[in-house]
Nanobody, 115 residues
Framework: QVQLVESGGGLVQAGGSLRLSCAAS????????MGWYRQAPGKQRELVAA???????NYADSVKGRFTISRDNAKNTVYLQMNSLKPEDTAVYYC?????????WGQGTQVTVSS
């Protein structure tokens, strides 16, 4: 059974940085798409960033230039480096893996940015 375990969330002041990690355990390999989504209170879950096995990247306009997604295929891990954080980045962040026609979600990690 595949499980995704996230880490790295927390409380940070505006302008600060955080790095999220998400590692997959279980029989999973050559993951096609690894991504990060977020959901703020009262809002729908939205895509933050995604990285495809080919190396192609996709970022939400609101995070371009501030966030960087990367992956370590050997460790089945995806990272999200978040710089210049803003209060509007406050949300629960979820990692998302697409593999063999299945979609897997992490449990979510809270990111809170104070002004």
């Amino acid at each position: 059974q595949v499980q995704l375990v996230e880490s790295g969330g927390g409380l940070v002041q505006a302008g600060g940085s955080l790095r999220l990690s998400c590692a997959a355990s279980g029989s999973i390999f050559r993951i096609n798409v690894m991504g990060w989504y977020r959901q703020a209170p009262g809002k729908q879950r939205e895509l933050v960033a995604a990285i495809i096995s080919t190396g192609s990247l996709n970022y939400a306009d609101s995070v371009k230039g501030r966030f960087t997604i990367s992956r370590d295929n050997a460790k089945n891990t995806v990272y999200l480096q978040m710089n210049s954080l803003k209060p509007e980045d406050t949300a629960v962040y979820y990692c998302n893996f697409e593999w063999m026609g299945h979609v897997y979600w992490g449990q979510g990690t809270q990111v809170t940015v104070s002004s």
